[in-house]
């Protein structure tokens, strides 16, 4: 079983979902038993709903359940050094076009990518994993390699 690292703040946002979603139980399961009390489940359009709901709720609560024994958690605070690795924020500048990034690098079930958040796992993430400032790194995109020098390496928590 692989590893997976995530922050301490990330591992307490899943949690906290976890626990939502299993709140939510109660409510659906009573839901699906007033459909049921409608009468002919073929045509309960509020049946059927209420079942999927269900399903897409247990299906979540599984996922997340299966993660949890797979998490490294990781404090945010004690990282540091020069070369790219979990938790580091990293600018580039594509070479090409000089256009200026900047993303925090994190494992995949922290990414938000409009809030410059990248999974380790990204073909981004995966490309910067070891180097450091002055490197120059080829990224394999869908939309085909993209060239970037990495200006700073700087490790100062996550980018809200």
Same mark, same amino acid.
């Given at each position: 079983m692989s590893s997976i690292p995530i922050s301490k703040e990330g591992f307490e946002k899943i949690k906290s979902e976890?626990?939502?979603? @299993?709140?939510? !139980?109660? &409510?659906?399961?009573?839901?699906? @038993?007033?459909? !049921?009390? &409608?009468?002919?489940?073929?045509?309960?359009?509020?049946?059927?709903?209420a079942r999927e709901?269900?399903?897409m709720l247990e299906a979540k609560i599984n996922y997340i359940e299966s993660r949890i024994p797979q998490f490294n958690i990781i404090d945010m605070a004690t990282l540091g050094g020069s070369k790219v690795t979990f938790g580091a924020t990293v600018e580039l500048e594509d070479i090409e076009t000089g256009e200026a990034k900047k993303y925090t690098i994190m494992g995949p079930d922290e990414s938000d990518f409009k809030k410059g958040i990248i999974s380790i796992e990204s073909p981004v993430g995966k490309?910067?994993?070891?180097?450091q400032e002055g490197d120059?790194?080829?990224v394999n995109a869908p939309k085909g390699k993209i060239e970037y020098g990495i200006v700073s390496v700087t490790f100062k928590g996550l980018v809200s």
């Open positions: 976890l626990d939502k979603l @299993k709140r939510e !139980r109660p &409510e659906v399961i009573q839901a699906i @038993k007033e459909a !049921r009390e &409608e009468g002919d489940l073929k045509e309960n359009g509020g049946y059927h709903a709901r269900q399903g490309a910067l994993l070891g180097k120059e790194v080829i």
